[in-house]
């Protein structure tokens, strides 16, 4: 049996398609907690064992039995979110109590990290663990996440009682089906799709550095069916305990990828710069590309969806369909 926490989220129901679509797999068990009302459609494709509230996942799991794996994708994502009590309970508190019970029951463990650990950049983006506490996260989203992965670190430095295998993903810019329920917080991919066909043009973000022209503010973009494939393969081939980068190892503008979007409508791009807004001013992230050595060095071999290859298949599969969930 493999938990998925945040199974009705994009990357979690993803990780699911993968089990079921790629492996054959059923044995699943999705857990969540609805924030949208139409977020139960990224569940109606799925096959799985059953569904669990996020409150009675720990319930359940002191009686559960053959439970392979426990992939923790569950989170507060939004990076505005003001309220850091909230992020301390979901964030922190809920993954350090799903790391002891694998700890205790010697279940392997995979959770969500991310890309905004590494705040501006000022820092690089490579996954070495020795570089954790330099890290400066420019949110409390980014800065709920580092603590984690801090702490995770820490257990395992101290000789506490750890899981038999763990990651941490620093997930990077992930795009793809079954985000339309994060609203603000989906991929500008999704954006762009809904701007160019209600307005005939895409709104982008005017830049405020001068080393920057207005949208090509950069990103690694990194394609969810991409992402949900390394969690998988880290779950089959047990590679080495671990923080890890997911993203492609290539930048790319906002241009690029709002240009790819209307392409694959076989439409002619049209872009409009507007401002920045001031909660995001001074806390946006300028550059990120992340260092993909460690995770090919474990093993992960696949190739990555270029931009212009996972966003047609986005758009011309998902978004310009009847029914677009995964």
Known sequence: MIVITGGAGMIGSIIAWHLNTILGREDIVIVD??????????????????YLDKDELLPWLATAKDVEAVIHMGAISATTER??????????????????????????FIYASSAATYGGGEHGYEDDETKTYTLRPLNGYGYSKQF???????????GFASPPQWQGFKFFNVYGP????KERMASVALHSFKQFTEH???KLFKSNRADYADGMQLRDFVY?????AIVVHFLINKAASGIYNIGTGKARAFKDLATAVMSSMSKTPSITYIDMPQDLD?????????????LRAAGYTQPFHSLEDGVCDYVQNYLMQADPYC
Not at 224 to 228: G, I, L
């Open 282 to 294: 001074g806390k946006y992230q300028y550059f990120t590309e992340a260092s993909m050595q460690k």
């Open 200 to 202: 005939g043009t895409v």
């Open 178 to 181: 079954n985000e339309y329920h």
């Open 33 to 50: 907690r609805f924030t949208h009302t139409e977020q139960w459609q990224n569940l109606c494709h799925r096959r799985y064992a059953n």
């Open 224 to 228: 969810v069916k991409d992402a949900a």
């Open 148 to 158: 984690f992965d801090q702490w995770a670190l820490t257990q395992v430095k101290a």
């Open 83 to 108: 309220d850091f009590n909230k992020l301390v309970q979901e964030n922190i508190r809920y993954s350090q109590h799903l790391w002891a019970w694998c700890a205790e029951n010697k279940v392997p």
